[in-house]
Nanobody, 115 residues
Framework: QVQLVESGGGLVQPGGSLRLSCSASGIIGNINIMGWYRQAPGKQRELVATATSGGSRTYADSVKGRFTISRENAKNTVYLQIDNPKPEDTAVYYC?????????WGQGTQVTVSS
């Protein structure tokens, strides 16, 4: 079965950095899209970043210039580099993958930005 497992979350100070990782297992074919959502308490779920297998990268306006998404296709792994985090970045971050017409989600990893 397909599984996505996130890691790298935790407490980070404003202005610091953090890198989230998500590894997919049980993948037979190509992962068309990998990316990250986040959801903070009392807020709508937000699409943070996406990375297609063809090399396209997109970001939410709220994180442009601060977050970087990257992929290692051979490892079925996607990363989210978080630079200069702000308190409003505090949320549970969820990895997702789209394979053919199916979407898969990770369990989420908590990112807390606080001094």
């Amino acid at each position: 079965q397909v599984q996505l497992v996130e890691s790298g979350g935790g407490l980070v100070q404003p202005g610091g950095s953090l890198r989230l990782s998500c590894s997919a297992s049980g993948i037979i074919g190509n992962i068309n899209i990998m990316g990250w959502y986040r959801q903070a308490p009392g807020k709508q779920r937000e699409l943070v970043a996406t990375a297609t297998s063809g090399g396209s990268r997109t970001y939410a306006d709220s994180v442009k210039g601060r977050f970087t998404i990257s992929r290692e296709n051979a490892k079925n792994t996607v990363y989210l580099q978080i630079d200069n985090p702000k308190p409003e970045d505090t949320a549970v971050y969820y990895c997702y993958a789209v394979i053919w017409l199916s979407a898969y989600w990770g369990q989420g990893t908590q990112v807390t930005v606080s001094s």
